[in-house]
């Protein structure tokens, strides 16, 4: 159900972003508030059922990457609520370019979110290694994207702070897929009881 | 030990920009391992003893901040390491501009970070306050890093690549700084068992 809640706010943040749609932009930024007490709710059951059931070796674990999923979604949720107040920050400003490969990377990033989640459900440590895998195609597409936006930026300085908003976007929906890879790590612990280590980007 | 270790990696992540110091920016990155070993250290200890000891209120409350405190130290450790492979990247570029706000910066979120980890040991309540409201400070200076950085791009498009560089080390430390504060508010909760609501920047 959180996942839900997050993966629509992605959609949302994006909807807002691509139609200069402020409602929705302001609609994301309240309901970030819902995702947040989740967190805080699926912590509390966790540690409730830690400290009274004491449960042993996988079901613990189990429990463990609940509390982890929940902080990983948590986060994701504030990237599209990010992606939501640039929208409310360029305003009515016309788009700088039509949006194709930023809302692209936004839905590669929802789909793998629900397949991490999925893996979650079905504890499958095969699917959690594709989506850990995928996350190099967005961050091939963020780097297009960068690419795209520094050859604006140089052809036209006064289109530069537009650009930027943009870069901002992209940057938060490639965090939001390494996040993906995130939950993925946690599943293939949960399920082997082995940490694959998390690559940090530059700005992560 | 950890957050100490978090510091250091900080220090020594802008010294090597600063610098242009490309071995210590690889050791940092090499270093950010060991920092995550200690998160899961941390965790396990934490579950272990909620498992075993079934704490009542405050004393659960401290095991679940000290979770979230080796996990917020443990993404601070990554936003150093992130700072030390800009430098890398930036590999033996000529410097944009001598670097003044942005070791300002750092030396600001340091010092809240030390801030926010006596707070926590001696449960304190007023100075996790303080920290919380000193986070509007580098939001300012941020702010005028990233308009700093955005004039040089249009007076002289050919430094774009190069300014860019320095906005993500100048974004990574505004993450930190604001990762102090989670730690504030988590401080909070321990002490007086209120959540505090984070608030999410655009690009969080």
Same mark, same amino acid.
Not at 35 to 56: G, H, N, R, S, V
Not at 65 to 81: F, P, Q
């Given at each position: 159900?959180?996942?839900?809640?997050?993966? =629509? *706010?992605?959609?949302?943040?994006?909807? &807002?972003?691509?139609? /200069?749609?402020?409602? $929705?932009?302001?609609?994301?930024?309240?309901?970030?508030?819902?995702?947040?007490? =989740?967190?805080?709710?699926?912590?509390? =059951?966790?540690?409730?059922?830690?400290?009274?059931?004491?449960?042993?070796?996988v079901?613990?674990r189990t429990?463990?990457t609940? $509390?982890?999923? &929940?902080?990983?979604?948590?986060?994701?949720?504030?990237? &599209?609520?990010?992606? *939501?107040?640039?929208?409310?920050?360029?305003?009515?400003?016309?788009?700088? =370019?039509?949006?194709?490969?930023?809302?692209?990377?936004?839905?590669?990033?929802?789909? $793998?979110?629900?397949?991490?989640?999925?893996a979650f #459900?079905n504890r499958d440590v095969?699917?959690s290694? #594709?989506? /850990?895998?995928?996350?190099?195609?967005?961050?091939?597409?963020?780097?297009? #994207?960068?690419?795209?936006?520094?050859?604006? $930026?140089?052809?036209?300085?006064?289109?530069?702070? /537009?650009?930027?908003?943009?870069?901002?976007?992209?940057?938060?929906?490639?965090?939001? *897929?390494?996040?993906?890879?995130?939950?993925?790590?946690?599943v293939i612990y949960m399920v082997t009881g082995e /940490?694959?280590?998390? #690559? &940090?980007?530059?700005?992560?």
């Amino acid at each position: 159900m959180m996942g839900s809640m997050v993966e =629509k *706010a992605i959609g949302r943040s994006l909807e &807002a972003l691509k139609n /200069r749609d402020l409602l $929705m932009a302001e609609e994301v930024v309240r309901d970030d508030d819902i995702i947040d007490d =989740k967190q805080y709710e699926i912590e509390e =059951k966790c540690i409730d059922l830690i400290a009274t059931q004491q449960p042993m070796a996988v079901d613990l674990r189990t429990l463990v990457t609940v $509390m982890h999923l &929940a902080g990983e979604l948590e986060r994701m949720g504030d990237y &599209a609520e990010g992606i *939501a107040k640039i929208s409310l920050m360029m305003g009515d400003e016309p788009p700088l =370019k039509p949006l194709i490969d930023i809302p692209r990377m936004a839905t590669m990033a929802s789909d $793998m979110l629900r397949r991490s989640l999925d893996a979650f #459900v079905n504890r499958d440590v095969v699917s959690s290694m #594709v989506v /850990r895998n995928d996350d190099d195609e967005i961050d091939a597409l963020y780097e297009q #994207v960068y690419r795209e936006l520094l050859t604006f $930026m140089l052809g036209d300085p006064t289109v530069i702070r /537009r650009a930027t908003y943009l870069l901002w976007a992209a940057h938060n929906i490639e965090r939001i *897929a390494d996040r993906t890879t995130n939950i993925a790590e946690n599943v293939i612990y949960m399920v082997t009881g082995e /940490r694959i280590d998390v #690559v &940090a980007s530059p700005t992560s």
